[in-house]
Nanobody
């Protein structure tokens, strides 16, 4: 599966952004999808994930209550709605996919397929 992330941009603190991850290929529901983010000098941090069926969702503590992940398997997309953005949310955001035969992972090593990043910049 090939992934392409989009939707990043420059916003002010308190604003919202919606990131989208578009996947190519068939059987998209057979893949869990996760969002990670990276800032210079740091490892990729887990942000959120959604199971292949869309039934189960997971969030990092730092984004709970502000971010919402959703997916449209018919349209092969996974979205990340980000509300009440903070300057510390500034990062390059990546979407990733892993086989749904495995448990949903919150580590980057748990994902085999990665999209290019999309930059989110939140000014104070």
């Amino acid at each position: 599966v090939q992934l392409q992330a989009s939707g990043g941009g420059l916003v002010q603190a308190g604003d919202s952004l919606r990131l989208s991850c578009a996947a190519s290929g068939r059987s998209f529901s057979r893949f869990h999808v996760g969002w990670f983010r990276k800032t210079p000098g740091k490892e990729r941090d887990f942000v959120s994930a959604i199971s292949g069926s869309g039934v189960s969702t997971y969030y990092a503590d730092s984004v709970k209550g502000r971010f919402t992940i959703s997916r449209d398997n018919a349209g092969n997309t996974v979205d990340l709605q980000m509300n009440n953005l903070k300057p510390e949310d500034t990062a390059v955001y990546y979407c990733a996919a892993a086989s749904s035969r495995l448990d949903v992972s919150s580590t980057s090593k748990g994902y085999d397929y990665w999209g290019q990043g999309t930059l989110v910049t939140v000014s104070s």
